[in-house]
């Protein structure tokens, strides 16, 4: 087996675990909103399934492309506590952030990123010091291309 070889068939792995996690967590999601006992509970699980769907598309399915950055970042929670945290996965919709407190699925967030405005996101899931949100309104490109500028100046 060559190289390519190799690498073709770590990346398939890897893309069928993904898928597995993925799927995994979109059926608990979809469990959890049909146990709901609020309507704003159930909204909160719907609203992570929908997130798990569009992790389960293929990238040429979803709907941003996404930049594989690294920028620090400070998060601001409902009561104004800075985290600090990396945010990683950027597109003009969403982005991940690893952070070391749990932030709450359905919570709305500010990030502050060094040298941009503010920006405010809901959290969509979180776990394991992970979490993926969504941008209330999609980032303007041009604040997209200033964001992956400066990855590339940390680097």
Wanted: charged share 20%; hydrophobic share 45%.
């Amino acid at each position: 087996m060559r190289w390519n070889d190799d690498h073709t068939a770590a990346v398939v792995g890897q893309t069928a675990m993904y898928e597995a996690y993925f799927t995994r967590r979109l059926l608990e999601e979809l469990t959890l909103a049909e146990r709901a006992g609020t309507l704003e509970e159930r909204s909160v699980h719907l609203r992570a399934c929908h997130y798990y769907r569009d992790m389960l598309l293929t990238p040429d399915q979803r709907k941003a492309v996404r930049h594989p950055v690294k920028l620090e970042a400070t998060v601001l929670n409902i009561a104004l506590v800075p985290i600090p945290a990396i945010m990683s996965d950027l597109s003009t919709s969403g982005f991940q952030l690893a952070l070391p407190e749990p932030l709450e699925p359905g919570a709305q967030i500010e990030i502050a990123l060094s040298g941009l405005e503010t920006l405010t996101a809901e959290v969509v899931w979180c776990e394991n010091g992970e979490a993926g949100c969504r941008f209330l309104k999609p980032l303007h490109h041009a604040l997209l291309e200033a964001a992956v500028a400066l990855n590339v100046q940390s680097e």
